[in-house]
């Protein structure tokens, strides 16, 4: 399954059929509360019966991901953040090593290549910052390859075209 | 020897362990502090509020290997609406893993806001195995540390500091696992329900 997770609208031509795009800015999706519930009370989902819950089980089932988000102090922006938070129902609260270094055990959740796409007006500082972001992520969230692509908002609708017509084109 | 703000940026801020590292904060601490959660709807109460400081501590939890989008929502609120004399910001952060590393990148994150809205960079206090950590003898090195991080603020002696559990990998894993089984039965679910692979079914 392919999967975009875009944080705005965006005017893509897709033509294959196993391509999901989700506009997150146009879905309800609480915080976190930061209540352990999907690990503790409800195993693999949330208390809070809100969008998120469609989002989080296809983001483990996809493995081609496309992310696109908003960047603000080297990380991600409110909306892809909120909803990234909201994906932890598909770790369990037990802890396992990778590489000799302690992150959660993964669900039933498929490994990934990822393109995350980064938009905005980002100084080469913001960029180291959130270079390194990524890659504890690819840690955590199952990445076995990823790219990150920094672009300016006017670019974005082009920028997302392109690497969907790499993944049409595979 | 000036005061410290001390605002805790957990999602679930009244209940959080950020709260009760808040609390060792202010007990150790010599000069005057006052703490707050933020909220959804205090933002701009706090901006304002934080102009009667010459120290803010941000005390919060690595939320999916950065800042929790409750703090990241406030900053946002805090670059709009600056206090005139703006304080020091210094930080407390903690992550459920054993390395307490795996902050780092939420404090260069708060290290880029500072940059980039013209605050001067305090201290820092990273601290590893922060969901447990309390509720062990391993406490005391936490108290040590914060203050050491209290010292550290209100002398304007700015430094970086870091602490978990000194034991092993394998000996994490399991005293993780013990403290995980223990908190499902409390739920009255069982390890194997936690082990669940389904998501959503």
Known sequence: ?170 | MGSIMILNGSPRAPKSNSKRYATIFSEKCKCKTEYFNISKTNHIQLCGKSEEFSDILFVFPLYADGIPVTLLNFLKTLEENPPKNKPVVSVLVNCGFLEYSQNNTAVSMMKLFCHQNGYRFGSVLKIGSGEAILTTPFKILVNRKIKKLASSIACAKYCILQTTMPISSKMFLKASTAYWINYGKKNGITKEQMETMNIEE
């Open chain 1, 1 to 170: 399954m392919k999967l975009i997770l875009s944080d705005r609208p965006l005017n893509l031509e897709i033509e294959e059929d196993d391509v999901e795009f989700i506009d997150l800015s146009s879905l309800k999706i609480n915080n976190c509360v930061g209540c352990f519930g999907c690990w503790t009370k409800t195993p693999g989902k949330c208390v809070i019966r809100d969008d998120a819950v469609k989002i989080y089980p296809a983001i483990a089932k996809s493995n081609k991901l496309l992310y696109v988000s908003r960047i603000k102090y080297g990380g991600y922006d409110a909306i892809m953040k909120t909803m990234l938070e909201r994906a932890i129902p598909i770790q369990q609260a037990f802890i396992r090593l990778v590489d000799g270094q302690t992150h959660h055990v993964q669900r039933q959740v498929a490994l990934k290549n990822a393109v995350i796409i980064a938009y905005g007006d980002i100084a080469d500082d913001e960029k180291d910052v959130f270079k390194k972001l990524v890659a504890r992520n690819a840690l955590n969230m199952n990445f076995e390859k990823y790219r990150i692509i920094f672009t300016a908002e006017s670019q974005l609708e082009q920028t997302v075209s392109d690497e969907v017509e790499k993944w049409e084109a595979l």
